[in-house]
Every structure is written in C-alpha cells, then in structure tokens.
C-alpha cells in the first residue's frame, strides 16, 4: 500500500513522486501561477498528482506521463485517461471476440 501526500505548489514535489512526472508537474505550475497545492494519491499502483481542482499528472498503464484538466463529477480525469489508454491499446482485446 502506499500512502499519498501534500506539497505546495512552488516547493519541489513529494519525495515519493516519481522523477518522470516532475517536468509536468513544473509546467503545470507554470501555467497555473493562482493555485495552491498538490495532492499525490495511488490508483492501481500509479501515481496521481492533482494541482487544486485544476489538472493532473499521472503516469498511464505503460509508464507514460499524462496531463489534463481534472473534469467534474466522479473520479477526476479518470476518462480522459481511460479513452487515451484505450485508444492506444484497442487490439488488446481481440482474444474476447
């Protein structure tokens, strides 16, 4: 099980970030000089960074580092990443037809 965590924006990222999300996470900062803090949370294994309400930064199914605004209602961009992951993996369920 790992923890999540907090950090304010400005400071550098939690020390349980991984190192190939902390240039999205920079520029995401850049582009968003009004907010607050990060949260850093674990879905399925994979960290989760939040800045506010606003975007995210994760890493995918294949290690990829994905950025987008957090969307309204249920789990917080949790679409946008499941379209893109399907979308690039569309021939992984071929065995089920």
Same mark, same amino acid.
């Given at each position: 099980?790992?923890?999540?965590? %907090? ?6 990222? $939690? ?6 999300? $902390? ?8 582009? $968003?000089?009004?907010?607050?803090? /990060?949260? =850093?949370? /674990? ?15 994760? =890493?995918?199914?294949?290690? %990829? ?16 990443? %499941?379209?893109? $992951? ?8 071929? /065995?089920?037809?």
């Amino acid at each position: 099980m790992q923890l999540g965590a %907090r950090w304010q924006r400005g400071t550098p990222p $939690h020390r349980s970030v991984p190192e190939a999300l $902390h240039a999205a996470i920079a520029e995401q900062e850049n582009g $968003h000089p009004e907010a607050d803090s /990060w949260t =850093l949370t /674990w879905l399925e294994g994979r960290p989760r960074c939040e800045l506010d309400d606003l975007v995210f930064v994760a =890493l995918d199914v294949v290690g %990829r580092v994905r950025t987008g605004p957090v969307s309204g209602g249920g789990e917080p961009g949790l679409a946008e990443e %499941r379209l893109a $992951h399907s979308a690039d993996d569309a021939d992984d369920d071929d /065995w089920l037809s």
